[in-house]
């Protein structure tokens, strides 16, 4: 009988702890977002090394571009704790939910991103630049200044996340270049064509927090003409992409179908009025694209 005992409460434990480490990766560290961010960074290494990888560097590009992101990410949960406990969306997550201390996330992100810029700058300098601007883009300007106060937050500090491309780029070449140049504007807008999308999705958790995203503050309709805009540019540089040499011709059509699928859907929205509905397909369908054009610079 106290053997049953003991036996269920290890076991709860156990459970416990699982579910707190999976919200932990899920909800603070934004595994699916930080891992794409990584997973473009890995890519564009790759393409910049004709797929013959320095093993070494790669190694220590990957922990580097891990490091940065995370701790940049966990950052952002500890400054966006308010913000997230008044969203149904975010109210979930750890430390609004109480299972993790902000002191404790401040100081455990604190540390994967000053490992991650160190291990960066022995890469180069330029992973080291890429992972700091990268971290200055996404936390104090977008979480402490810009988030708070303006529609337009997204514009600058999307370009958060084409700093893991640049990195991967330049830890093989050096310097940037035009190619690398070229994957950090696609990633940049695209982050807008994603979170526009998304917003629009989410207008009212955003609204119940007083976030001024674009959709909240210029209504869905508008939100959308955004994602909208930022799309056809997101197609000219995958144009230009294929024009430069940096993905082929199948590349090319494989990554501009979900690409062109996503915009459709926006114009759906556009037209049906059932902006909620189409808004979440669009989003969904322009993170396939972002996988797919990426993963096209090693297909050629
Ligand atoms: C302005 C920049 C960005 C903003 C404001 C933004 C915002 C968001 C938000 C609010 C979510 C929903 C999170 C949730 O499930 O509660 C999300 C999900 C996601 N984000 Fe971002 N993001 C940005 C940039 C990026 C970048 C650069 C990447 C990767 C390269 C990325 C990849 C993802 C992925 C993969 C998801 C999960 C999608 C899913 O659940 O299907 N985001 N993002
Ligand atoms: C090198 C480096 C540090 C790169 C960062 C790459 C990256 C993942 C950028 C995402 C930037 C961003 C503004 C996310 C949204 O946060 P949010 O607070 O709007 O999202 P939330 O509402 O879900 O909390």
Not at 252 to 265: A, D, E, Q, T
Request: hydrophobic share 55%; net charge positive; glycine share 10%.
């Amino acid at each position: 009988m106290i053997n049953c005992k003991v036996n269920n409460n290890f076991t709860r434990k156990i459970n416990y702890v699982k579910a707190t480490i999976k919200d932990i990766l899920f909800g603070f560290f934004k595994l699916k977002q930080s891992l794409l961010a990584v997973w473009i960074g890995i890519l564009a290494f790759l393409a910049a090394s004709g797929l013959k990888p320095n093993l070494y560097y790669l190694f220590l590009t990957i922990l580097s571009l891990t490091f940065t992101v995370f701790g940049s990410t966990g950052l952002n949960m500890v400054l966006d704790a308010d913000i997230d406990s008044l969203m149904p969306r975010t109210s979930w997550r750890p430390i609004p939910s109480g299972k993790l201390g902000r002191l404790e996330g401040a100081l455990l992100s604190l540390s994967l991103l000053v490992a991650g810029l160190v291990i960066g700058a022995l890469v180069n300098e330029w992973v080291f630049i890429a992972g700091l601007l990268g971290f200055i883009l996404f936390v104090p300007l977008y979480t402490l200044f810009l988030k708070r106060k303006t529609p337009w937050s997204t514009l600058i500090c999307g370009f958060a996340g084409g700093m893991p491309a640049l990195g991967g780029w330049t830890a093989v070449t050096g310097s940037p270049g035009i190619e690398g140049v070229l994957l950090l504007l696609l990633a940049g807008f695209w982050s807008n064509l994603h979170i526009w999308s998304l917003a629009t999705y989410y207008a009212e958790d955003y609204r119940k927090a007083n976030v001024p995203m674009l959709p909240v503050v210029k209504g869905e309709k508008t939100g959308l003409v955004g994602a909208l805009t930022m799309g056809v540019i997101v197609g000219i540089l995958t144009y230009a992409l294929w024009a430069v040499g940096l993905i082929g011709l199948i590349g090319f059509l494989l990554s501009i179908l979900p690409l062109l699928v996503s915009l459709f859907y926006i114009v759906r929205g556009l037209t049906t009025g059932d902006y909620k509905t189409w808004s979440y397909k669009a989003f969904k369908m322009a993170s396939i694209y972002m996988a797919v054009v990426f993963l096209a610079l090693i297909l050629k």
